[in-house]
Nanobody
């Protein structure tokens, strides 16, 4: 079974940095894309950044210039380096990946359990 596990969340002061990591494990055949989403209290889940297998990236306007998504293909991990954090970045951050598993034989989207990021002013 494919699983995504996030790590690296925590409490940080405004202007600080955090690095989130997401590790995919299980019966993985291939990973087409990985990304990060976040959901703040009372708000819908929104895209933060995505990284396709071809290397193309996509960032939400609110994080451009501050966040960087990267991927380690050998370890099936994706990271999100978050710099100059702002209180409005406070949210639960979720890892997402489009993965083809050996059992299913097709690509499906998977979600991690989420990791809390809290930015204090």
């Amino acid at each position: 079974q494919v699983q995504l596990v996030e790590s690296g969340g925590g409490l940080v002061q405004a202007g600080g940095s955090l690095r989130l990591s997401c590790a995919a494990s299980g019966t993985i055949f291939s990973i087409n894309a990985m990304g990060w989403y976040r959901q703040a209290p009372g708000k819908q889940r929104e895209l933060v950044a995505t990284l396709a297998s071809g290397g193309s990236t996509n960032y939400a306007d609110s994080v451009k210039g501050r966040f960087t998504i990267s991927r380690d293909n050998a370890k099936n991990t994706v990271s999100l380096q978050m710099n100059n954090l702002k209180p409005e970045d406070t949210a639960v951050y979720y890892c997402n990946a489009n993965i083809q598993s050996r059992e299913l034989g097709r690509a499906s989207f998977y979600w991690g359990q989420g990791t809390q990021v809290t930015v204090s002013s």
